[in-house]
């Protein structure tokens, strides 16, 4: 389908602009991270890039959304799903960056960066900038497939649905959890955090297949299915869970550790009992 809209600033869109498509995406997320960096330096509170990582990601969905070529039903979906996850998460992690303080792994980064941690800190937000450009890729292959929608539509939108709202259930418990005063330094293991030290984690991390279920006929659609790919590596292995059981075991200590020998820590499962 040939292309007859014009792009920002005059940058034509031929049909299937890929590349120029991209090139502002890719831009445009960089100058909004560098927007983002300013707004932390006042406000003197690192954290904030969480609530905006969601936001920027949807924007960038909602863009190729509007400028694609694909099936206009599966691009009202994309759009659709892109914006509820991001409203839902962008306002819950607002939420809970009003309440405290500013979030320890930013805290430590910039204890250890000194002098230099603003300059170290906008060269993070950059690398940030281009983790969301590459998470909006999924949507981006989505919005640009041309296929009929089919079962895997549906199966997308199926997984969609259970883990925004799966997600959404941990979030609230474990803040209903927290709000009591009564369970200050205790290990929350209620309803869902029953089953997995990070349901939360779990259901972020099932979302990232919707899209790609999406994307997986289009051409080159199989590269969707590396976001949930790297979205499990970094909840596991980088900035999810280490990091934040780290700082549990210090604040919560013999009962955390407990917690962990009895529980999954990602996936949803029985309890095991201690040895």
Known sequence: MTMTLVAFWGLPLFDKPWPTMLAIAFFVVLLAFSVI???QKRLGDAGIADVFWSLTVASLGLFYCIVGYGSPARRWLAAGMIFVWAMRLSFHLFTRWQRTPEDPRYRDLK????????????????FQAIGCFLFSI???????????????DIAGVAIFAIAVIGEAIADSQLARFKRDPC??????????WRYSRHPNYFFEWLHWFSYGLMAITAPMGWLSLLAPAAMFYFLTRKTGIPITEENAV???????????KTT????????????
């Open 37 to 39: 960096w300013y707004l």
């Open 111 to 126: 204890k250890k960066w000194g002098k230099q941690a603003q300059a170290r800190l906008f060269r993070f937000y950059q």
């Open 138 to 152: 999924p949507v981006f292959l989505a919005a640009n497939n041309s296929a009929d929608l089919g079962w895997l």
């Open 183 to 192: 369970n200050h330094d205790k290990v929350c293991r209620e309803g869902l």
């Open 250 to 260: 210090k604040s919560k200590g013999d009962d955390y550790r407990e917690y962990q």
């Open 264 to 275: 999954n820590a990602f996936f949803l499962g029985p309890r095991r009992k201690q040895t």
